[in-house]
């Protein structure tokens, strides 16, 4: 398509919005802690990250999160409280569906287990994409240049015939580092005016 031949979403925020503070809220709700505490669990601890890249399982997060913040519930209670946070981005969904059967679409994202299975699950159409590039399955986190290298190596892009969109900026010039055209994405008019540039006409 004009010189593009694959697409890279990022998820969060690009498809769907998400609102960690939820989740605090809910855990401290169960817990008995304020949400302060709940942030400063999660930021001096290392078990989000180690989720994120595969290095524990979902049931082993959930055992230590749920014994570190006293959580007496199940897991199935834990999970829906942590992943219920999302939204859909209606218009950028809308644009990704758009360009089924037009182009090869690969999701690209920093998430983790649990969550993944609650949007897979709520989000099916998200399973139709053409590959999945999920950094708790690759071990790899964005912006490291590495998870971009692993993405056009295991599906053979083309990088520079490759167009990856992303809210965050680092993540963005990241992927050009990997030879990628990168959208740093604020909005749906500014993506789809930029992808019209790259000659990708969407909705």
């Known amino acids: 398509m004009n010189g593009i031949d694959a697409i890279v979403f990022d998820l969060g925020n690009t498809l769907l919005a998400f609102d960690e503070s939820l989740a605090v809220k809910r855990v401290a709700a169960r817990t008995g802690k304020t949400p302060q505490q709940i942030y400063e669990y999660a930021r001096s601890t290392p078990y989000v990250t180690e989720l994120a890249l595969g290095k524990i399982t979902k049931l082993r997060f959930f055992y230590t999160v749920a014994r570190d913040l006293e959580f007496e519930g199940t897991y199935e209670e834990f999970a829906l409280i942590w992943s219920d946070i999302f939204t859909p981005i209606e218009p950028m969904m809308t644009l990704a569906q758009s360009l089924k059967h037009r182009l090869p679409r690969l999701l690209l994202s920093n998430t983790n287990g649990i969550h993944m299975d609650y949007v897979f699950q709520h989000y099916p159409f998200l399973q139709e994409f053409d590959a999945h590039i999920l950094s708790h399955e690759v071990g790899l986190l964005k912006p490291d240049l590495a998870i971009f290298q692993y993405a056009v190596k295991t599906y053979?892009?083309?990088?520079?015939?490759?167009?990856?969109?992303?809210?965050?900026?680092?993540?963005?010039?990241?992927?050009?580092?990997?030879?990628?055209?990168?959208?740093?994405?604020?909005?749906?008019?500014?993506?789809?005016?930029?992808?019209?540039?790259?000659?990708v006409s969407p909705i």
């Open 156 to 199: 053979g892009l083309t990088p520079d015939r490759t167009v990856f969109l992303d809210d965050i900026a680092a993540n963005a010039e990241a992927a050009r580092h990997a030879g990628m055209k990168a959208i740093h994405f604020q909005n749906f008019d500014q993506a789809r005016a930029e992808l019209t540039k790259l000659g």
